[in-house]
Nanobody
Framework: QVHVVESGGGLVQAGGSLRLSCEVS????????IAWFRQAPGAEREFVAA????????YYSDSVKGRFTIARDNAKNTVYLQMDNLKPSDTGVYFC???????????????????WGQGTQVTVSS
């Protein structure tokens, strides 16, 4: 059974930084594409970033490109999301998702991921 656990959320002022962690247990970690999504109150879940399995390629939404960095540590079965220069619009619950069969064309679609964490709250004050 696959378990996904996020950590690292919190309250930060605009311009500050946070690092989220996503630990995936069960299955073969290297075989998973790992993605981060976020959801603000009343909004749909939106794609933030992903690292594609096997290839190591990274993908970002336009709203976070240049400010967020996704990185994988296979030795720790963990993916990190370093978030710098945070803005109030980055506020939301951040979810980590994993899947071993997702393809490039559906990488940004949350419906394509089988395994999800419980989410971690990120609040950016102005």
């Amino acid at each position: 059974q696959v378990h996904v656990v996020e950590s690292g959320g919190g309250l930060v002022q605009a311009g500050g930084s946070l690092r989220l962690s996503c630990e995936v247990s069960g299955g073969t970690f290297r075989s998973y594409t790992i993605a981060w999504f976020r959801q603000a109150p009343g909004a749909e879940r939106e794609f933030v970033a992903a690292e594609r399995r096997s290839y190591g390629h990274t993908y970002y939404s336009d709203s976070v490109k240049g400010r967020f960095t996704i990185a994988r540590d296979n030795a720790k079965n963990t993916v990190y999301l370093q978030m710098d220069n945070l803005k109030p619009s980055d506020t939301g619950v951040y979810f980590c998702a994993a899947d071993s069969t997702i393809i490039l064309s559906t990488l940004r679609d949350p419906r394509g991921y089988d395994y999800w964490g419980q989410g971690t709250q990120v609040t950016v004050s102005s």
